[in-house]
């Protein structure tokens, strides 16, 4: 027994010294980060401060002077977060190879998203990628977006806020769901090749796969919160809770689509080849991978992949733009300006048209970024550009929310929301969707380097369709004009309560095909 305890204890004083030594090279006790202790880190703090992550970690970020902290607690892997352009560079493009998701990403996406495109790294990232670029760079794709979005809005997004704006102010519309179900219709248009009718008017409830994916995308979220990976993983060893509810979930996604591969690859087969050369082929995603001929899970996880992307993203953006707008009339009656004299059609290029909005969408997603943080896990020991040691398996983190707050990189004003400091930048050599002539690695709202989203295109698209169509029908009113919502981030970042609004109609109903044109010709 006494042999047990003098055991015990050379144990004990073991770990501690593994600990001490851990964070004094860990630099968390120098203005660096947290304040930390022996054993549990900064573990203390993290819990005081749990409700308000994002400010904290932006606090401490703005107050070390290289903008990179070591947050280092008892339970949770050693992580670096970093709101330094240099690191950003380092991470996503001059040192990438050393920067993969890691095994501790992928183990909480890989149950839904399989061996997707945001869910691999190596040979694999690298073979995908090439297929979903080509394929994006596909007229066939660009034009079923444009066709999918001017049907969405023309049968239910414009239909719903005008039904919204002839009963006045006692009907309330939550824009936060309005503009999600609106996603996910278009969205799984794109990809599925199927109208799951979220927003049509006769259902009042979402469909069944809308439902999953919501319900999937929470607890995959709440995983990736956890402050001790084991407990979802225990849980989901045991078949209970939450990881029981997320395996039926994934089971309706994954059943779903597999079930539409097979219907598509029954109509090809009943397909006459005269039919496909006369243009019978279709254009979503789903069916043109068909047509590559990759396996059957291939496809499924390839495209539940492009649904988790899009699905939220611009409908998160939109939601803080139209907020902002309320906030900022004097910037809301610019964009309309800039809006209401846009011309031509979406073939034509005009880089800039409508430079007013896509400033107001790039300082909406500044401030309010679809994706608040990106972590990637060292494959080796590295030094970043500020002098930040990272270890092998450390999480590497660039926080998006945070950079967009930071002075040591928009200037003194960095809290305001100014178009100013777009609209400033010269447009020479701008591109399709570009931001502004913004390093990527300064505003990495859309990644950067080799993982540069490759829907940041469409996303523009939509994002400008959907606020042309809604700024020149409509003016939408908070039904607390004083509140300032929590923005959470879950998978895709969310303002907490919902954007309830009540709708105001401007008078004058301008056509679908005017704010298409309007939008696609501002890329």
Wanted: hydrophobic content about 45%; some cysteine.
């Amino acid at each position: 027994m006494i042999c047990f305890y003098m055991l015990w204890l050379a144990a004990c004083c073991l770990l501690l010294l593994l600990y001490s030594v851990r964070f004094s090279r860990s630099g968390c006790s120098h203005g660096s980060g947290p304040r930390s202790y022996p054993v549990i880190g900064c573990l203390v703090a993290f819990y005081q401060n749990r409700w308000r992550l994002l400010d904290w970690y932006t606090e401490l970020l703005a107050a070390s002077p290289t903008q990179t902290i070591v947050v280092d607690r008892l339970g949770a892997r050693r992580t670096v977060v970093t709101a330094n352009p240099a690191n950003v560079e380092h991470i996503l493009k001059s040192n990438f190879g050393n920067y993969p998701k890691g095994k501790p990403f992928t183990d909480i996406l890989g149950d839904l998203l399989g061996t997707g495109i945001f869910n691999v790294d190596g040979e694999l990232w690298y073979a995908q990628r090439k297929l979903v670029s080509h394929e994006f760079s596909a007229r066939a794709l660009r034009n079923l977006e444009f066709a999918v979005l001017e049907d969405e809005a023309r049968e239910r997004l414009v239909p719903a806020l005008s039904l919204a704006a002839a009963r006045g102010d006692a009907a309330v519309v939550d824009m936060q769901d309005l503009l999600r179900r609106f996603s996910f219709d278009v969205i799984c248009r794109v990809s599925l090749g199927v109208d799951p009718g979220c927003l049509d008017p006769a259902l009042p409830e979402a469909p069944r796969l809308a439902a999953a994916f919501d319900a999937a995308s929470g607890i995959i979220a709440r995983r990736g919160a956890a402050p001790v990976a084991a407990v979802w993983k225990a849980k989901r060893a045991l078949d209970v809770g939450s990881e029981r509810r997320l395996r039926e979930e994934i089971r309706v996604i994954h059943e779903a689509v597999m079930d539409l591969i097979h219907i598509r690859k029954k109509e090809r087969g009943l397909q006459q080849p005269q039919e496909v050369n006369a243009g019978g082929r279709r254009s979503d995603l789903l069916s043109r991978m068909i047509e590559c001929g990759y396996p059957d899970e291939a496809i499924r996880d390839m495209v539940i992949s492009f649904i988790m992307a899009g699905r939220d993203t611009t409908s998160s953006a939109l939601t803080w733009f139209f907020w902002l707008l309320t906030r900022h009339r004097d910037v809301e009656r610019e964009v309309l300006r800039d809006i209401t004299t846009a011309t031509g059609g979406h073939a034509a290029g005009g880089q800039g048209k409508m430079r007013v909005l896509h400033a107001a969408l790039c300082e909406t997603m500044r401030l309010y970024p679809p994706v608040a943080w990106d972590s990637k896990h060292t494959a080796a020991g590295d030094v970043l550009p500020d002098g930040t040691r990272v270890e092998r398996g450390d999480r590497v983190t660039y926080f998006q929310y945070g950079m967009g707050r930071m002075e040591s990189i928009w200037g003194a004003d960095a809290a305001d929301f100014s178009l100013q400091r777009w609209l400033s930048l010269p447009e020479d050599n701008a591109t399709p969707a570009a931001v502004a002539g913004m390093s990527p690695f300064k505003y990495p709202v859309f990644q950067a380097g080799p993982r540069t989203c490759l829907g940041k295109e469409m996303a523009f698209v939509q994002m400008k369709f959907v606020a042309s169509t809604v700024l020149r029908r409509f003016e939408l009113v908070p039904l607390d004009e004083g509140r300032v919502p929590v923005f959470l981030p879950l998978m895709t970042a969310h303002m907490a309560g919902g954007l309830n609004v009540t709708v105001r109609s401007r008078g004058g109903e301008p056509t679908i095909a005017t704010a298409a044109a309007s939008s696609g010709n501002s890329n």
